[in-house]
């Protein structure tokens, strides 16, 4: 069984732009959700999406946006730029919410995204 | 707010050497807490989930514990390949408190030869 895939692995952007990353999940998980890594900060979330509506959001500026399609894979959006927004973002599937406590995360691998 | 703090940051064994890796945490109505494992460059990989005090969960080297206030992941006799990032996660939300799902910044396990 596939597991969750993100792309691209690596993205290196400048301050004022926008970038995209994908995820698609694992086959027949309906939720996906975003998180944001940094070494300090450790995991925090950005958003879940579940059948194309998003269900939770996180305490980031609207600057952070995702959406769901129909087959379930995801797209989050960065737009402007700024140079703390280097991080690693990770992409978790499940069958259920994330906040379904029998409904452990499966995640990607991630995109490093860095800002200059 | 719910809070999870994991101790210590870092942590050097020999390989043998076994000890325990803990995961403190304050919250409204515990639900769940889950424990992940994450290698360098890699997304964190589940191992664990716990739901009530006194629960305890094991795969191979690893076993995982709950208390009311906290959770240890013992590592027994580790190896090399042990090596990785632990993650705890603590899901909370009792009646009338929104869910929440609160991930501490984990131990940084190096085991050597």
């Known amino acids: 069984k596939a597991g969750v895939t993100q792309t691209p692995r690596y993205l290196i952007k400048t301050r004022g732009q926008q970038v995209t990353l994908s995820c698609s999940p694992i086959?027949?998980?309906?939720?996906v959700s975003w998180y944001q890594q940094t070494p300090g900060q450790g995991l925090q979330f950005l958003f879940e999406y579940f059948s194309e509506t998003q269900r939770n959001k996180g305490n980031f500026p609207g600057r952070f946006s995702g959406r769901q399609f129909s087959n379930s894979r995801s797209e989050m959006n960065v737009s402007t730029l700024e140079l703390g927004d280097s991080a690693l973002y990770l992409c978790a599937s499940s069958l259920g919410s994330h906040l379904d406590r029998n409904s452990p995360l499966h995640f990607g691998n991630g995109t490093r995204l860095t800002v200059t | 707010e719910d809070q999870v703090t994991q101790s210590p940051e870092a942590l050097r064994l020999q390989e043998g050497e076994s000890s325990s890796l803990n995961c403190s945490y304050t919250?409204?109505?515990?639900?769940?807490l889950f424990w992940y494992r994450q290698d360098p460059g890699k997304g964190p990989e589940f191992l664990f989930t716990?739901?009530?005090a006194g629960e305890e969960k094991e795969k191979e080297r690893l076993k995982a514990t709950l208390t009311k206030k906290e959770s240890f992941l013992h590592i027994t006799a580790p190896k090399p390949e042990d090596s990785a990032t632990y993650l705890c996660a603590v899901l909370g939300g009792g009646t009338g408190t929104a869910s929440k799902l609160t991930f501490g910044t984990g131990t940084r396990l190096q085991v050597t030869l």
């Open positions: 919250v409204s109505g515990l639900r769940g």
């Open positions: 716990l739901y009530s």
């Open positions: 086959s027949g998980h309906r939720s």
